[in-house]
């Protein structure tokens, strides 16, 4: 069978013809319908994970597909699967069958594509655990969501809406006003991230960008309201006035999915049903199997727009 395989960090992954998995114990066998191609998989790629499975291995965290083999699970089953070590202890998903742990699987609706069923699962959860769990929304709250043009910051807008909460949307230029859905008010980034968001007072910040663009709308949120911290891609680092701080009140609350992915598990079926009846959209772009590197590649670009994901193209 065809797997992407991936000899050394930051190499470029190649596709090569290995031999296909038999069936263990505790394992089940997936064809692979769709893999998602995301952050966590280029982290592992570039060695800077906690952990990562021995050369030469098949990178991927994420896939939908349909069981082929298992001990529990039954045969022709639209699945989607994730975690439990793919692609971060051992082989994971972008190869034609996925040998996964048989507790990685979740049933897949027949509403929902292949495409979606792969990469649903961390935006989706991760926007809702952080507007539900984390941040505890409450209708008629003023949210501001950065990054709202991002897997998770576009599902964190619509999930904030449906929860009735007053959304304001940022986006990094203006070309982009139009992928916001029209119940959210939006904001340009532009140039100076502290002026373009100083006309704003919120009760809850999501932010999914960190560095700069956290710095500028951390002021923007009312005493002794909450922001949840997601992301990182604008930097790492934020400074904080303490004494300024402190008498602002404000919790910073991180979001942990790793630590929350049974929230993230229980929230799933809602999160699907959502997206088989048109209430939630996200965006996939497939790339093929041997497309992996180009895949890689069109996640690290700005401007990019929803999840890449590999097909098979049978
Ligand atoms: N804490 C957790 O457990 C957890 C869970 C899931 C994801 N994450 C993290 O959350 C972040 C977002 O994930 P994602 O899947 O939504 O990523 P994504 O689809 O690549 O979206 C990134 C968003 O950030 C914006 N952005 C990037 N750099 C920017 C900058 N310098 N200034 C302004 N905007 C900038 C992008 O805007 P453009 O379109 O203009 O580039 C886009 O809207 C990632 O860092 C991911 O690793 C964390």
Redesign the pocket.
């Given at each position: 069978m065809k797997a992407v395989r991936v000899h050394a960090f930051d190499a470029l992954p190649v596709i090569e013809d290995v031999p296909a998995p038999t069936l263990r114990p505790g394992r089940t066998l997936v064809r692979m319908e769709a893999a998602t191609v995301?952050?966590?998989d280029r982290t592992v790629w570039r060695g800077s994970f906690l952990k990562h499975p021995p050369f030469p291995y098949t990178p991927g965290v994420e896939a939908a597909g349909v069981v082929v083999a298992s001990h529990v699970h039954p045969e022709g089953q639209r699945v989607w699967l994730r975690g439990s070590g793919l692609g971060t202890l051992f082989d994971g998903t972008w190869c034609e069958v996925i040998d996964a742990p048989d507790e990685a699987l979740g049933l897949l609706p027949d509403g929902v594509p292949f495409t979606i069923g792969s990469a649903f699962f961390?935006?989706s959860t991760?926007a809702w655990v952080a507007l539900h769990d984390v941040a505890r929304l409450a209708a008629g709250e003023s949210v501001l969501i950065?990054?709202?043009?991002?897997?998770?910051?576009s599902l964190a807008v619509q999930l904030a809406l449906d929860a009735r909460a007053e959304v304001t949307a940022v986006?990094?230029?203006a070309s982009?006003v139009a992928w916001i859905p029209s119940g959210a008010k939006v904001l340009v980034?532009g140039d100076d991230p502290a002026s373009s968001l100083d006309s704003v007072l919120v009760d809850l910040l999501v932010d999914?960008?960190?560095?700069?663009?956290l710095a500028a709308a951390l002021p923007q949120v009312r005493a002794d309201g909450r922001a949840v911290l997601?992301?990182?891609?604008?930097g790492n680092t934020l400074a904080l006035d303490i004494a300024h701080f402190l008498q602002r009140d404000v919790s910073l609350l991180?979001?942990?999915?790793?630590r929350?992915e049974p929230a993230g598990r229980a929230a799933a079926p809602e999160l699907l049903a959502r997206l088989a009846d048109g209430r939630l959209k996200l965006d996939v772009q497939p790339f093929a199997l041997e497309d992996a590197a180009k895949a890689m590649d069109w996640?690290s670009q700005?401007?990019?727009?929803?999840?890449a994901v590999l097909v098979t193209g049978r």
């Amino acid at each position: 069978m065809k797997a992407v395989r991936v000899h050394a960090f930051d190499a470029l992954p190649v596709i090569e013809d290995v031999p296909a998995p038999t069936l263990r114990p505790g394992r089940t066998l997936v064809r692979m319908e769709a893999a998602t191609v995301g952050h966590i998989d280029r982290t592992v790629w570039r060695g800077s994970f906690l952990k990562h499975p021995p050369f030469p291995y098949t990178p991927g965290v994420e896939a939908a597909g349909v069981v082929v083999a298992s001990h529990v699970h039954p045969e022709g089953q639209r699945v989607w699967l994730r975690g439990s070590g793919l692609g971060t202890l051992f082989d994971g998903t972008w190869c034609e069958v996925i040998d996964a742990p048989d507790e990685a699987l979740g049933l897949l609706p027949d509403g929902v594509p292949f495409t979606i069923g792969s990469a649903f699962f961390s935006p989706s959860t991760s926007a809702w655990v952080a507007l539900h769990d984390v941040a505890r929304l409450a209708a008629g709250e003023s949210v501001l969501i950065t990054g709202a043009t991002g897997a998770v910051g576009s599902l964190a807008v619509q999930l904030a809406l449906d929860a009735r909460a007053e959304v304001t949307a940022v986006v990094a230029d203006a070309s982009q006003v139009a992928w916001i859905p029209s119940g959210a008010k939006v904001l340009v980034l532009g140039d100076d991230p502290a002026s373009s968001l100083d006309s704003v007072l919120v009760d809850l910040l999501v932010d999914t960008v960190g560095g700069p663009v956290l710095a500028a709308a951390l002021p923007q949120v009312r005493a002794d309201g909450r922001a949840v911290l997601v992301g990182y891609t604008a930097g790492n680092t934020l400074a904080l006035d303490i004494a300024h701080f402190l008498q602002r009140d404000v919790s910073l609350l991180p979001l942990n999915m790793f630590r929350r992915e049974p929230a993230g598990r229980a929230a799933a079926p809602e999160l699907l049903a959502r997206l088989a009846d048109g209430r939630l959209k996200l965006d996939v772009q497939p790339f093929a199997l041997e497309d992996a590197a180009k895949a890689m590649d069109w996640i690290s670009q700005r401007g990019h727009r929803g999840r890449a994901v590999l097909v098979t193209g049978r």
